[in-house]
């Protein structure tokens, strides 16, 4: 997928716009009166690989959503590369996905997180870890992020946190402790069965966790995407012009609420309905589609109405036949500063890996 620079440009200050943001004693108020207990407490790490979903129009990218944990960074980096590798004539006319050797960028990142959290050295051990890990359609990934810590001299588990426990104040697997978790799990609060060794370790401070609760509530919630689409919340911040303007880039965004849910329903066919801790597209529908059974789901509440922002399209050879394909935009970043840039394209309401000849694309600049 052909990226104009512009556009790259602007993603980019979205991103610091949101960084600048979160930043701010007067939004982390209002972001944390919202989120579990948990996430109150901050250990130092800012969260890695957090991952920025775009479509681009006709008046510039649209920030959809912000991600912890975002996943596909990984394979991509190796999309990327097969696909330069296979077009070296084209490589004066573009610019690669990221700039720098995504490897070295990537170890930088987890050793700043363990710093962030006051500790020396480098972890001597890291868990990956996702429920029921070999059973996960990215378990390719954790595969090729356990290969880079060991190259650089960790000892590296692909984990259930039902291996996990915690005792005398530490965090183990098995006789040996985990210094560091590369926390791939989508229960963002750690409260679901299963999770309390990790959840008590992270409550400590025993353990590394990145992302970790924190950084889910200041930069994942949907909820937080109702303040950040609002230009009168966004001028008590303390931001710059310039970044209240790349805020703006963020479609209207709004709590559904029984005060609220007769003039959403009227109005559908205007918006996307999403979870405030949803993940990867699951339970999300489209106004237009969304039928009267699904409506009495959503309006009980736990939803946030996002303002339709089209898809762009990008014409694809399936099978000798040409499709029209919608796709999006995820740059993957660490401390406001881009890993990575990735499309997924895909058919159908919101984006998925079903669709033959779709999922991840690399991203080049023009």
Known sequence: MFLAKADMDAMLDVVLAIEAAAASPQYQRAVLAWAPPIASGDFGPLGVFMGYDFHLGDDGPRLIEVNTNAGGAFLNAVLAQAQRACCREAQEAVSPPVDGEFEDAVWGMFLAEWRRQGRAGQPR????VDDRPQEQYLLPEFLLAQGLFERHGVQAWIADPGELSFTDGELWRGGEVVDLVYNRLVDFSLAAAGHEPLQAAYQAGAVVLTPNP??????????????????????????????RQSLSSIPRTVPVTPETADQLWADRKRYFFKPDGGHGGKAVYRGDKTTRGVWELIRKGGYIAQD???????????DGE?????LDVRLYTYAGTALLAAARIYQGQTTNFRTPGGGFAPVFVV
Request: zero cysteines.
């Open 308 to 318: 339709l922002a089209q898809p762009s399209t990008r014409s694809i050879a399936v």
């Open 125 to 128: 051990t890291i868990a990956i």
């Open 214 to 243: 924190h950084n889910h509530a200041l930069y994942a919630d949907k909820r937080n995407l109702v303040l950040l689409s609002d230009p009168g919340a966004v001028g008590d911040w303390g931001l710059t012009p310039a970044q």
């Open 322 to 326: 040409i499709q029209s394909m919608k």
